[in-house]
């Protein structure tokens, strides 16, 4: 049987010769920045070109809210740094979304790796999240954690909507070659 492509919205699966292979997510590495959710109006300009799919804009990268009618509400340029875009951005009047929306929840958390659980401040698996909220990768017994560990509920979205990742531990694969 030949190979057989087929799309999925945002997953692709690749068959072939009866064995299924589904691609994981790139990681975001850690003190990159995710993109900032475009208020409704408004756009953001990035002062560097954007980041290849899963991965984050650099630190020192500067980000510039145009607002459609002329008029902002809050910091009009934010500056990624360390993974976290600071000020937080501001908003486009009369959209409803409050200028310092430091203290709107987010609604949508990180995915969930592989042989992992997130761990949520709020006790809560199901959002909204309160801003501030935090985020914390733990793995199943016998994997490693590596990578972003942690995330923070800031201006709407977790500051890294992807964390790291679940490895076999090094003494489970020994183990296991046996």
Same mark, same amino acid.
């Given at each position: 049987?030949? *190979?057989?492509?087929?799309?999925?919205?945002?997953?692709?699966?690749?068959?072939?010769?009866?064995?299924?292979?589904?691609?994981r997510p790139k990681r975001? *590495? /850690?003190?990159?920045?995710?993109?900032?959710?475009?208020?409704?109006?408004?756009?953001?300009?990035?002062? *560097?070109?954007?980041?290849?799919?899963?991965?984050?804009?650099?630190?020192?990268?500067?980000?510039?809210?145009?607002?459609?009618?002329?008029?902002?509400?809050?910091?009009?340029?934010?500056?990624?740094?360390?993974?976290?875009?600071?000020?937080?951005?501001?908003?486009?009047?009369? #959209?409803?979304?409050?200028?310092d929306s430091s203290s709107?929840?987010?609604?949508?958390?990180?995915?969930?790796?592989?042989?992992?659980?997130? &761990?949520? *401040?709020?006790?809560?698996?199901?959002?909204?999240?309160?801003?501030?909220? #935090?985020?914390?990768? #733990?793995?199943?017994?016998?994997?490693?954690?590596?990578?972003?560990?942690?995330?923070?509920?800031?201006?709407?979205?977790?500051?890294?909507?992807?964390?790291?990742?679940?490895?076999?531990?090094? /003494? &489970?694969?020994?183990?296991?070659?046996?």
């Amino acid at each position: 049987m030949q *190979s057989l492509n087929i799309l999925i919205p945002f997953l692709f699966i690749l068959s072939v010769n009866c064995q299924t292979v589904i691609p994981r997510p790139k990681r975001q *590495s /850690a003190g990159l920045c995710p993109a900032i959710a475009v208020p409704i109006n408004g756009e953001i300009k990035y002062s *560097s070109e954007a980041p290849s799919l899963g991965s984050g804009y650099s630190n020192g990268t500067q980000a510039t809210l145009t607002c459609l009618g002329g008029d902002y509400s809050g910091a009009k340029n934010v500056t990624c740094n360390s993974g976290i875009w600071t000020p937080l951005i501001g908003s486009c009047p009369g #959209t409803g979304i409050p200028a310092d929306s430091s203290s709107a929840p987010c609604l949508l958390g990180p995915i969930t790796p592989l042989n992992g659980q997130l &761990k949520y *401040s709020t006790g809560s698996l199901l959002g909204p999240w309160p801003a501030g909220s #935090t985020v914390q990768l #733990t793995c199943n017994p016998g994997y490693t954690p590596t990578g972003i560990l942690h995330a923070t509920c800031i201006n709407r979205v977790f500051n890294s909507t992807v964390l790291g990742e679940c490895n076999l531990s090094p /003494a &489970k694969i020994l183990f296991k070659s046996i």
